[in-house]
Antibody, heavy 120, light 112 residues
Framework: QVTLKESGPGILQPSQTLSLTCTFS??????????VGWIRQPSGKGLEWLAN???????YYNPSLKNRLTISKDTSNNQAFLKITNVDTADTATYYCARPDYYRPYFDYWGQGVMVTVSS | DIVMTQTPSSQAVSAGEKVTMSCKSS????????????LAWYQQKPGQSPKLLIYWASTRESGVPDRFIGSGSGTDFTLTISSVQAEDLAVYYC????????FGAGTKLELK
């Protein structure tokens, strides 16, 4: 059974760095073809894809945010991470992690999401 | 960047109605090597994470009721719900995965 769960700071101030963790089970990021993606959703708005990391450590970023994002993984602990630098109020959102794989590159499993508020 | 445009933004429906919603992409999502359209549909109910309904434009995810039908090719796609149930009231998003990922803005199904 595949599960994913996000964790984060809850609230942070403008200009700080947001660090998010996705802890998953039921698959491994050391297995050929597996990946984890991050997607966010401001309250009442649509979905925005942020980044993906793959089993071979390939990384892909949303071009509009690329210079602020860093995705990484800890294969041994079944975790993936996302850092967003220099946050502002526009980064206030629910952040989801989800699983794609190489042969099914859409997101078939999603975490419950973690709410992050940027406020001074 | 591939832009995904969904219409309508909201739709009021009654139980039992047939519903269609549209998703258009700014470039073709059909990959000629495998003849697959790189388009998925998700359902999101209030307070919940998105749920995968349809992938490759027309393949239903396991466990999704057969009243959900995805169709289309190239740049024009449609999600049809053949007979809407109360539990189908949600926001529906299309997503391209042809080149990175982009979501449409969503179509909200509301009760008439």
């Amino acid at each position: 059974q595949v599960t994913l769960k996000e964790s984060g700071p809850g609230i942070l101030q403008p200009s700080q760095t947001l660090s998010l963790t996705c802890t998953f089970s039921g698959f491994s990021l050391s297995t050929y073809g597996m990946g984890v993606g991050w997607i966010r959703q401001p309250s009442g708005k649509g979905l925005e894809w942020l980044a993906n990391i793959w089993w071979d450590d390939d990384k892909y970023y949303n071009p509009s945010l690329k210079n602020r994002l860093t995705i990484s993984k800890d294969t041994s602990n079944n975790q993936a991470f996302l850092k967003i630098t220099n946050v502002d109020t526009a980064d206030t959102a629910t952040y989801y992690c989800a699983r794609p794989d190489y042969y099914r590159p859409y997101f078939d499993y999603w975490g419950q999401g973690v709410m992050v508020t940027v406020s001074s | 960047d591939i832009v995904m445009t969904q219409t309508p933004s909201s739709q009021a429906v009654s139980a039992g109605e047939k519903v269609t919603m549209s998703c258009k992409s700014s470039q073709s999502l059909l990959y000629n090597e495998n003849k697959k359209n790189y388009l998925a549909w998700y359902q999101q109910k209030p307070g919940q994470s998105p749920k995968l309904l349809i992938y490759w434009a027309s393949t239903r995810e396991s466990g999704v009721p057969d009243r959900f039908i995805g169709s289309g090719s190239g740049t024009d796609f449609t999600l049809t719900i053949s007979s809407v149930q109360a539990e189908d009231l949600a926001v529906y998003y299309c997503q391209q995965y042809y080149n990175l990922y982009t979501f449409g803005a969503g179509t909200k199904l509301e009760l008439k």
